[in-house]
């Protein structure tokens, strides 16, 4: 893995790229090469080059187009799109920064707005357009694992994932006053996702993470917190026959994959979330639909067991 300085902004950015990420790329016989990149911090565990990358070289453009990542904190991101030339398609982009690219884009599109996060931004008419393709790759990973309709859900987190997942089980059916409840380790804490579901009208709960089981008896559990966070939870979840999504990818199944898939419950992975937002996002950079979202999730998977085989 090569760190090196690279600001298209002038503000210090950094790029971290593994030599895989340029295989394939290159400039046209005019020299011109379509930028993207993914930025966040911390960035270089992002399975984003790869599976952006696996797109291009599908689509057949992977000599007109690269895609990097940078290492980049809130205070660098204003700077980094000033810097963005013609020659930028897009961004895709991580924590810290999804809350803040809604004021620093031109456009703002739904679902990010009402979410309050954007984890896009393409470039197009010298105009930043803000988008939110998490609630995209969430109902996508959803449907695609035979979750269809979802009346009741609870979220555990009230994080900026935890109002992707509010959006996603709205547009999945569950819109009904109640019909959500949002489990928090501290209730202090979730002023941001109550914001966002007065923006989408949700009349949502919130109540003690620790009151887990008092609220199981709903069709889906999303786990938006951090690896490890739900272990404590895993049995009841999967002794209350919900479907189960959890957003952690890395280090897969969690404890509470296990055991929801032990007691013969569904449970979905952040990979295909990953995936299918990731699809959302070469679309509106390229122009090009559909994504080639086998060759992706091939690509992606490959990776994750490469890294599996590192960590062990």
Same mark, same amino acid.
């Given at each position: 893995?090569?760190?090196?300085?690279?600001?298209?902004?002038?503000?210090?950015?950094?790029?971290?790229?593994?030599?895989?990420?340029?295989?394939?790329?290159?400039?046209?016989?005019?020299?011109?090469?379509?930028?993207?990149?993914?930025?966040?911090?911390?960035?270089?565990?992002?399975?984003?080059?790869?599976?952006?990358?696996?797109?291009?070289?599908?689509?057949?453009?992977?000599?007109?187009?690269?895609?990097?990542?940078?290492?980049?904190?809130?205070?660098?991101?204003?700077?980094?799109?000033?810097?963005?030339?013609?020659?930028?398609?897009?961004?895709?982009?991580?924590?810290?920064?999804?809350?803040?690219?809604?004021?620093?884009?031109?456009?703002?599109?739904?679902?990010?707005?009402?979410?309050?996060?954007?984890?896009?931004?393409?470039?197009?008419?010298?105009?930043?357009?803000?988008?939110?393709?998490?609630?995209?790759?969430?109902?996508?990973?959803?449907?695609?694992?035979? #979750?269809?309709? &979802?009346? /009741?859900? !609870?979220?555990? $987190? %009230?994080?900026?994932?935890?109002?992707? =997942?509010? *959006? @996603?089980? +709205?547009?999945?059916?569950?819109?009904?006053?109640?019909?959500?409840?949002?489990?928090?380790?501290?209730?202090?804490?979730?002023?941001?996702?109550?914001?966002?579901?007065?923006?989408?009208?949700?009349?949502?709960?919130?109540?003690?993470?620790?009151?887990?089981?008092?609220?199981?008896? #709903?069709?889906? &559990?999303? /786990?938006? !917190?951090?690896? $490890? %966070?739900?272990?404590?939870?895993?049995? =009841?979840? *999967? @002794?209350? +026959?919900?479907?189960?999504?959890?957003?952690?990818?890395?280090?897969?199944?969690?404890?509470?994959?296990?055991?929801?898939?032990?007691?013969?419950?569904?449970?979905?992975?952040?990979?295909?979330?990953?995936?299918?937002?990731?699809?959302?996002?070469?679309?509106?950079?390229?122009?090009?639909?559909?994504?080639?979202?086998?060759?992706?999730?091939?690509?992606?998977?490959?990776?994750?067991?490469?890294?599996?085989?590192?960590?062990?």
């Amino acid at each position: 893995m090569t760190v090196f300085p690279a600001d298209p902004g002038g503000n210090g950015s950094r790029a971290v790229r593994d030599d895989a990420d340029d295989a394939g790329t290159g400039a046209d016989p005019q020299g011109k090469v379509r930028r993207a990149a993914v930025l966040g911090s911390p960035i270089a565990h992002s399975l984003s080059p790869v599976l952006h990358s696996a797109a291009y070289a599908e689509l057949g453009i992977a000599r007109e187009w690269s895609y990097e990542r940078f290492e980049c904190e809130e205070a660098g991101l204003a700077a980094f799109l000033d810097g963005c030339d013609e020659s930028w398609a897009g961004l895709s982009l991580t924590m810290p920064l999804k809350r803040l690219a809604l004021s620093l884009a031109d456009e703002v599109e739904e679902p990010a707005a009402a979410v309050g996060g954007a984890n896009t931004m393409v470039f197009r008419g010298g105009r930043r357009h803000a988008y939110n393709t998490d609630v995209a790759g969430i109902v996508a990973a959803l449907r695609e694992a035979g #979750v269809h309709a &979802v009346r /009741s859900a !609870v979220i555990l $987190g %009230a994080g900026a994932t935890a109002a992707s =997942a509010l *959006a @996603a089980v +709205r547009e999945l059916g569950a819109t009904e006053p109640g019909a959500v409840t949002a489990l928090a380790r501290y209730l202090g804490r979730t002023a941001e996702l109550a914001e966002a579901a007065e923006r989408m009208s949700a009349a949502i709960g919130f109540a003690p993470l620790s009151e887990i089981d008092t609220h199981l008896d #709903v069709d889906l &559990v999303v /786990s938006t !917190v951090p690896a $490890g %966070a739900a272990d404590a939870y895993a049995p =009841a979840v *999967a @002794a209350s +026959r919900a479907a189960v999504f959890d957003v952690v990818y890395a280090h897969w199944p969690t404890a509470l994959a296990r055991a929801v898939t032990a007691a013969g419950g569904t449970v979905v992975g952040g990979f295909p979330m990953l995936l299918h937002q990731a699809g959302a996002q070469v679309e509106l950079m390229t122009g090009r639909a559909p994504a080639p979202v086998a060759a992706m999730r091939a690509a992606g998977e490959a990776e994750l067991a490469r890294r599996e085989k590192e960590w062990e």
